[in-house]
């Protein structure tokens, strides 16, 4: 291809010539933008994964934690139904009280909150009346 004066290659072509070198480098940014890209969304998976893989393990500690609080609860009603049908020596007497007979009428020589009467106390009574 001639130009106008006459040499052949030089102007225009020359200038194709530089054009094509841009591209190719362009080119190749693209491909490592395109590389970059992939890994950051295999790094943005990878992220997600470990966010749920959290998220699962949050969710079964705090299914265990209301599992044991729910079995504390229950021990505690257990303990609290096992004492107050469990049987107790009065102190007073020896005689064995529970404290499902606690009330406010019942004798205060044994041991709880309220205890039964004691026996001897109602020989007692009955005795003298």
Do not use: F
């Not at 229950?74 to 499902?100: S, V």
Request: with cysteine.
């Amino acid at each position: 291809m001639e130009t106008p004066g006459g040499v052949s290659g030089v102007g225009v072509g020359g200038v194709g010539g530089v054009s094509g070198d841009v591209e190719r480098e362009l080119r190749q940014q693209v491909v490592a933008l395109e590389e970059r890209v992939a890994q950051q969304a295999q790094h943005i998976a990878q992220l997600q994964a470990w966010m749920l893989s959290c998220q699962q393990k949050e969710a079964e500690a705090e299914s265990k934690a209301r599992v044991r609080a729910e079995m504390k609860r229950e021990r505690r009603e257990q303990r609290k139904l096992e004492a107050k049908y469990t049987p107790r020596p009065c102190h007073a007497c020896g005689e064995l009280y529970l404290e499902a007979e606690n009330h406010s009428t019942a004798c205060k020589v044994h041991t709880g909150k309220w205890s039964t009467v004691c026996r001897s106390v109602l020989m007692l009574v009955v005795v003298y009346w």
